[in-house]
């Protein structure tokens, strides 16, 4: 399916009442297990990798459909059920804030009760960093990283879901990703959120490659000479000189910079000084691909902000500007089945909501006695659409 159109994710504050938080848990749980027991736990991994999937599963349970605190409290919950219940065979690391960084020390205690290798350990660990790496470097859209979640399957497949909140506009975007990404080229299985247009520095994008290898080459540069192409660059920006005016050497030979009028904004932008003591780090390791250069910490956003300046003016790689979100239509429809927790489209209907857990937890209960029938009638159901997305 391709995944086309904006989803509005404003920041909510507030929180979810002890009696909807045991209504949410207890039917999460229950087409949870439904879930495994019809697709197994890879598929259901990769489920909440589609961002209007896992839209229309929080709005399922209860929670707000157009809220930041659908991320947070839909993944709150599914880490608490998977990990009091392992033999569902998928396990929920991270959380908001500090949750976040407790991935690296939680990832041994989830291959251990999977029973996965040392190899998905040492992927798991990796991929989750290089992944909040690049949502925060090399995707520059004004939102900063809140909340870091993996979705590991008991064969080790995974998906990643994290979100960042921009305070100035109050919204938030949730990035989606899966295991088979390529990480640099157009990575992300998707991105929800407001579209921006063209104001994102957008450094993954199939349109950046040649920045990208542009980048690479120059951290591998001495530092000194990258100084002083980014020192004249800085007075260009200011307006300290004319373009006309300025032109530099390269490998290639003799490269005029482009005039002022096709200048984009830059910012943040470093300081000579602190640019020349990072660059210095990077020199050292002489990374010899992209995965290698943001896994060296301390590189961040102002860094490889002022690489793409220097890329784009002088050696005319421009990087691509275009915001990634590329969420479909938003799954609304489906706040109707017990209402949502601040009465949109209508307040949480607590009968309806137990008799909806009832009767999933009974079809349960029959499939695991080896009585499949109602879990055939529940499929049948699907393909009017009331239970699942396609």
């Known amino acids: 399916m391709s995944l086309e159109g904006i989803a509005d994710l ?6 979810v009442p002890q009696w909807l938080a045991r209504i949410m848990k207890r039917l999460a749980k229950a087409i949870l297990e439904i879930m495994v ?24 349970i209860g929670m707000d459909w157009d809220s930041s605190g659908a991320t947070t409290v839909t993944t709150g919950i599914l880490k608490e059920i998977t990990w009091k219940h392992p033999e569902l065979g998928i396990l929920i690391l991270g959380g908001k804030g500090e949750r976040a960084r407790n991935v690296p020390s939680e990832v041994p205690k989830a291959i251990d009760m999977l029973g996965l290798s040392t190899n998905a350990e040492k992927e798991l660990v990796e991929s989750s960093r290089l992944i909040a790496k690049i949502d925060s470097t090399m995707v520059q859209d004004g939102y900063s990283l809140y909340h870091h979640t993996i979705f590991v399957s008991e064969r080790g497949y995974w998906s990643i879901v994290q979100q960042g909140m921009n305070p100035s506009i109050k919204m938030a975007r949730r990035y989606h990703w899966i295991r088979d990404t390529t990480y640099f080229i157009d990575p992300h299985k998707a991105i929800a959120g407001y579209n921006h247009g063209n104001s994102v520095l957008n450094l993954v994008s199939r349109e950046s490659m040649g920045t990208q290898k542009t980048i690479l080459d120059l951290v591998r540069e001495r530092p000194e000479n990258i100084i002083d192409q980014y020192t004249s660059l800085i007075r260009i920006v200011n307006k300290q000189r004319s373009l006309q005016e300025y ?15 096709k200048i984009v904004y830059y910012k943040p ?21 992209l995965k290698e250069l943001l896994l060296i910490r301390g590189i961040g ?3 490889l902000r002022a690489l793409a300046l220097i890329s784009d003016l002088i050696y005319n790689e421009p990087p691509s500007w275009k915001d990634p979100v590329n969420t479909p239509y938003d799954p609304f429809k489906y706040a ?10 209508y307040p949480v209907k607590r009968d309806n909501a137990e008799k909806v857990i009832i009767t999933l937890e009974d079809i349960i209960k029959q499939a695991k006695l080896g009585n499949k029938e109602k879990l055939y009638a529940l499929k049948r159901l699907k393909r009017l659409r009331l239970y699942t997305i396609k």
């Open 37 to 60: 027991e019809e697709f197994g736990p890879d598929k259901v991994v990769e489920r909440f990798s589609n961002p209007l999937w896992f839209q229309a599963f929080n709005n399922i």
């Open 247 to 261: 032109i530099t050497p390269t490998k290639t030979g003799i490269v005029e910079i482009k005039k002022a009028d």
């Open 301 to 303: 956003a102002s860094t």
């Open 269 to 289: 932008l470093p300081i000579p000084k602190e640019l020349l003591e990072k660059l210095k780090k990077v020199y050292d390791v002489y990374p010899s691909n």
């Open 10 to 15: 404003p920041l909510h504050d507030g929180h």
């Open 336 to 345: 109707y089945a017990i209402g949502g927790k601040d009465g949109i489209p």
